[in-house]
């Protein structure tokens, strides 16, 4: 696993963790003042992420994701993810962007795939 692979599974699982551990997981692979947005929504800053992601999680108990692949090259990132469900089933997928600083995600989009 590369850093890129492995920096987008360790973001990965900051959506399904503990509330309050979810704050510090994301400060590990995320810079201070990240730039997040969705179809949905659009955040700034770790606290602001991580209270969307605490939103996402209320709405969606037991999904997780999971990263299946992550193409890089000059501090960017496309990962294409799929979001599984309570019992492991895909429930919905996408691919996420990403511009890298410090070894961080620092500007984050995600795009949700049509079923």
């Given at each position: ?25 994301l400060g590990a692979v ?52 799929t979001q599984l469900g ?30």
């Amino acid at each position: 696993m590369n850093d890129s692979q492995q920096l987008w599974t360790n973001y990965a699982a900051c959506w399904s963790a503990d509330p309050d551990e979810r704050l510090a997981a994301l400060g590990a692979v995320a810079i201070e003042d990240v730039a997040y947005r969705d179809p949905g929504a659009e955040v700034s800053g770790l606290s602001e992420l991580a209270a969307y992601m605490t939103g996402f999680a209320g709405a969606f108990p037991g999904h997780r994701f999971r990263i299946d692949e992550v193409l890089d090259h000059h501090d960017r990132s496309l990962a294409r993810w799929t979001q599984l469900g309570e019992l492991g089933e895909p429930a919905m997928a996408g691919v996420s962007t990403a511009l890298h600083r410090d070894g961080r995600l620092a500007d984050i989009t995600g795009f949700f795939l049509p079923a």
